[in-house]
């Protein structure tokens, strides 16, 4: 049975998801309410996190934690190692298509491939829900959450807004039409918004 699909996203009074500085301490404390069991995140993500991921301490995989599933169909992501090793994480998967670059011979990152020049999106949701998955997390600047809204894949939707106005760059709805329906809201110190969507079918 395909999973639970939740998305939460950090943004800014007029919708960007970055050129902002997100309160990571309650992002991450709020994304805890769902105990997933996978975080599926964009290559776009990680990439941008990469020099964080290497000077991070590395206490070693979570056997509790999710499973990091990482959407990478370039195969741009480097730091396999270093995100298994982080402590949230029981491990990682790296989501290829056939298309995908070849790997390093000796790798030993799990992987899965689906789609031709992309990863498929439906079958890996498929997959992991075969595989045991409930819960899907996922984190994602716009990209890969587009992608998913555009495939009516994403169940729940929560941004945490936050009161700045950065004046540049592209809402995370980009142009799609979406309806949603709500299903709670929070206020928190410092003018934080918390506003959870369950989120319509066509
Ligand atoms: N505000 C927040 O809550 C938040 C959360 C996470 C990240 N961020 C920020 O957002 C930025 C990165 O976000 P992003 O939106 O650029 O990238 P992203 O969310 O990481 O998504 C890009 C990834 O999605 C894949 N993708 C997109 N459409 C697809 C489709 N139809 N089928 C298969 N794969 C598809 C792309 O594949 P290809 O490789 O094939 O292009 C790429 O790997 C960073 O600056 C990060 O810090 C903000």
Redesign the pocket.
């Known amino acids: 049975m395909r999973p639970h699909v939740v998305a939460?996203?950090?943004?800014s009074l007029d919708a960007t998801?970055?050129g902002f500085d997100?309160d990571q301490a309650r992002?991450y404390a709020l994304a805890t309410l769902w105990q997933e069991d996978v975080t599926l995140?964009?290559?776009?993500?990680?990439l941008?996190?990469e020099t964080a991921v290497r000077s991070a301490p590395h206490p070693g995989p979570r056997p509790e934690g999710p499973l990091l599933a990482v959407?990478?169909?370039?195969a741009?992501v480097r730091e396999w190692e270093g995100l298994r090793q982080l402590g949230y994480w029981s491990d990682v998967l790296a989501l290829y298509a056939d298309q995908t670059p070849d790997r390093p011979p000796d790798s030993t990152i799990p992987e899965l491939v689906t789609?031709y020049d992309?990863?498929d999106?439906v079958e890996i949701l498929d997959i992991l829900g075969d595989r045991g998955a409930r819960v899907v997390r996922v984190?994602?600047?716009?990209?890969?959450?587009?992608?998913l809204l555009?495939l009516e894949l994403v169940d729940e939707l929560a941004l945490l807004v936050h009161p700045v106005v950065v004046g540049s760059g592209r809402p995370w709805f980009e142009g799609r039409a979406l309806t949603l329906e709500p299903a709670g809201t929070e206020v928190f110190e410092g003018g934080l918004v918390w506003l959870r969507f369950c989120v319509g079918r066509s």
């Open positions: 939460q996203v950090a943004v998801t970055s997100a992002f995140v964009g290559a776009d993500t990680i941008a996190q959407v990478d169909s370039r741009r789609g992309r990863v999106l984190d994602s600047g716009g990209g890969l959450l587009g992608a555009d």
